[in-house]
């Protein structure tokens, strides 16, 4: 559930535009430290499109390939992320970890009484040129400062 949850997040999201060559790409749904997510995920975006574009889904070895990514999907606690990596690229980082949204990253994942629910931190993603639309700020918890 939580993988077609991520899907839905990543179309209420506004990305920074780019040339014309890199929007025509597929959108990079990267995975990091959550490997049972990939085939989850693969299943999830089978067929589907973010703004026009094929999704792939692909799992990284360290943060430092996030480069390329659209989206990180990260098993890793806010504290552990190596921020320094990710600063300024337009990247959205989701996680279940518990007060990820909290502690500088910019989509948490909730359960609770069986739904998926989420967290936003708003100046984490527009330190990285992201902006959440309205109809997601309405559905969200809204959290952080921007941590880091």
Do not use: Y
Request: with cysteine; charged share 20%.
């Amino acid at each position: 559930m939580k993988a077609a949850v991520v899907l839905q997040l990543a179309r209420f999201v506004e990305w920074p535009s780019t040339p014309e060559p890199a929007a025509s790409k597929e959108f990079q749904l990267c995975v990091l430290g959550k490997d049972r997510w990939i085939p989850l995920l693969k299943e999830a975006t089978q067929g589907e499109t973010i703004a026009g574009r094929a999704i792939a889904v692909r799992r990284l070895q360290r943060a430092q390939e996030a480069s390329g990514c659209n989206l990180v999907v990260t098993g890793a606690s806010a504290e552990e992320m190596p921020w320094h990596l990710l600063d300024r690229l337009p990247v959205l980082t989701v996680s279940e970890e518990a007060g990820f949204a909290e502690a500088g990253g910019m989509v948490g994942l909730t359960l609770q009484a069986g739904r998926v629910g989420f967290e936003l931190n708003t100046a984490a993603a527009e330190r990285s040129g992201l902006r959440f639309s309205s109809k997601l700020l309405r559905l969200a918890r809204l959290v952080g400062n921007g941590g880091r």
